[in-house]
């Protein structure tokens, strides 16, 4: 079993900043995808970024394309957000995910792993 928690959600205003991230533990000794997924109040969970097993891959949503950027840690099946230029319509919950073999995968059904969830509230 593989658990994963993130840290570093908070309050930040329009236009800031804020950068997520993700740790694994548990059956850690293989290597997995990575991604990011979100869920605001009253929608379903959508997908964000995600990252390939050996970080040089990245997919993202359109929404936050050329704003966020995913990236792996030095330590094994850790994984970053950095958010910048934030919109009040970035706010939910952020979600970290993981699973075995491809990254490209952006159904939050696809996924295995599933932290607890930390929340992003962006004011305007």
């Known amino acids: 079993q593989v658990q994963l928690v993130e840290s570093g959600g908070g309050l930040a205003q329009t236009g800031g900043s804020l950068t997520l991230s993700c740790a694994a533990s548990g059956r850690t000794s293989s290597r997995y995808a990575m991604g990011w997924f979100r869920q605001a109040p009253g929608k379903g969970r959508e997908f964000v970024a995600s990252?390939?097993?050996?970080?040089?891959?990245?997919y993202y949503a359109d929404s936050v394309k050329g704003r966020f950027t995913i990236s792996r840690g030095n330590a094994e099946n850790t994984q970053y957000l950095q958010m910048n230029s934030l919109k009040p319509e970035d706010t939910a919950v952020y979600y970290c995910?993981?699973?075995?073999?491809?990254?490209?995968?952006?159904?939050?059904?696809?996924?295995?792993?599933w932290g607890q969830g930390t929340q992003v509230t962006v004011s305007s």
């Open positions: 995910a993981a699973r075995r073999g491809d990254y490209a995968y952006f159904h939050s059904d696809d996924w295995t792993y």
């Open positions: 990252i390939s097993l050996s970080g040089r891959s990245t």
